[in-house]
């Protein structure tokens, strides 16, 4: 089966500038996370979806940053304004029901902020 | 915030021999999760063991829960040069905590 797919790879911005992120999840998975992982740490939920609706979001700067998952498919995740402090690789995962199921990550986006 | 968190922070040994990490949480849990990363590449799930299990191995890997004195281990046996990567514990309850990590370095 195919693997979640995260694009872009590598994201150069400057702060104060917004970017974007895609992410296309294993086929048949219901649900969806965005993690946000800073150099030397473990990754940290942002946000999870079940279908098109959001399950968790208490870790989202909600002044800064957005997800959505439009028709319970693929998912974006957007910064605007960024900050150094967003310089991260944010990963994208899915698995089959949320709970008691292995998730399965992309290869994640590297955004580095100038 | 982190739930769980890993010992040692970064383990370095030889090809051949076990590497053994920990694993310690804090709140109550439904299941813990050992994911591994390779430099540059998301995690990828190894194993997963609920909280009424004690033991639970796949191939050269074994994890032991703990429960009342919350921690969990990975044991690799026979270790391989390719094992060199981060492991990370993550804790399923309300919601999925991960780890700092253990850097594993297996020498050739």
């Known amino acids: 089966e195919a693997g979640v797919a995260q694009s872009p790879r590598y994201k150069i911005i400057e702060k104060r500038q917004s970017v974007a992120f895609w992410c296309n999840p294993i086929?048949?998975?219901?649900?969806l996370y965005w993690y946000q992982q800073i150099l030397g740490q473990g990754p940290k939920l942002l946000i999870q979806?079940?279908?098109?609706?959001?399950?968790?979001d208490s870790q989202l700067p909600k002044d800064r940053f957005s997800a959505e998952r439009l028709k319970g498919v693929d998912s974006t995740l957007k910064i605007q304004p960024a900050k150094l402090e967003d310089s991260a690789v944010y990963l994208c995962?899915?698995?089959?029901?949320?709970?008691?199921?292995?998730?399965?990550f992309g290869d994640g986006t590297r955004l580095s902020i100038l | 915030s982190q739930q769980g968190e890993e010992d040692p922070q970064a383990l370095s040994i030889q090809e051949g021999e076990n590497a053994t990490m920990n694993c310690s949480y804090k709140?109550?849990?439904?299941?813990l999760q050992w994911y591994r990363q390779n430099s540059g590449r998301g995690l990828v799930h190894l194993i997963l063991?609920?909280?009424?299990?004690r033991e639970k191995h796949s191939g050269r890997l074994r994890v032991t829960l703990d429960t009342s004195k919350k921690s969990s281990s990975l044991l690799i046996t026979a270790s391989r040069a390719a094992d060199t990567a981060s492991y990370f514990c993550?804790?399923?309850?309300?919601?999925?905590?991960f780890g700092a990590g253990t850097r594993l370095t297996v020498k050739p």
């Open positions: 979806f079940q279908n098109n609706g959001v399950v968790d």
């Open positions: 993550a804790t399923q309850g309300n919601d999925m905590r």
């Open positions: 995962a899915s698995s089959f029901s949320p709970g008691d199921q292995p998730q399965h």
């Open positions: 709140t109550s849990i439904n299941n």
């Open positions: 086929s048949g998975h219901a649900t």
């Open positions: 063991i609920r909280s009424n299990e």
